[in-house]
């Protein structure tokens, strides 16, 4: 990720409905201010990219930057990560973009960090992130009942995980 992707990101994250879909509306994600993100973007420079990083994903037709992922919480001892992926032009969703971003983000993390697990979540009303995740061989693995509210609705939060030998028999 670099400074001159700061402008995606600022797009992006305050497009309510990527937002919606991304974050379940989560008031952290968006809307920022440019200053946020620049914020963001120097203190993300100044991390240790073994802890975590953000990563561009692009559509190779075109060469457009259409989103991100990214990978955080990683503890080398403990042997785990928390994954992420958002595709924030509109346009691309729905054709497998979010999928190939996230199976080279575990394909890197299990083959580079030896990693024991990787996890991540979303919400119950996102089922083509559940279909997404469930494909790649993530796992679900439990449900916070009732822990999104969006729209006056009430969705699960739900929790998967991926373990390296379940990715080593799927490869």
Known sequence: MHSEDAKHH????????????????????????????????ETMLLLNPRESAVFTVEDLASGSVIGMADYRDLDPYAGVATLGVTI????????GHGSDALRLLVD????????????LDTWSGNERA????????????GRRRSAVLLDGKRYDRVLFGMLREEWANAA
């Open 130 to 141: 559940v279909r997404a995740f469930t494909r790649l061989g993530f796992r679900e693995e």
């Open 108 to 119: 890197h993390l299990f083959g580079a960090f030896c990693l024991s697990r990787l996890e």
């Open 10 to 41: 600022l797009r992006w994250r305050n497009d309510a409905e990527v937002v919606r879909w991304a974050t379940a509306g989560d008031p952290t994600f968006g809307p920022v201010t440019a200053e946020a993100i620049g914020l963001g973007f």
């Open 88 to 95: 924030g032009e509109r346009e691309f969703w729905g054709r």
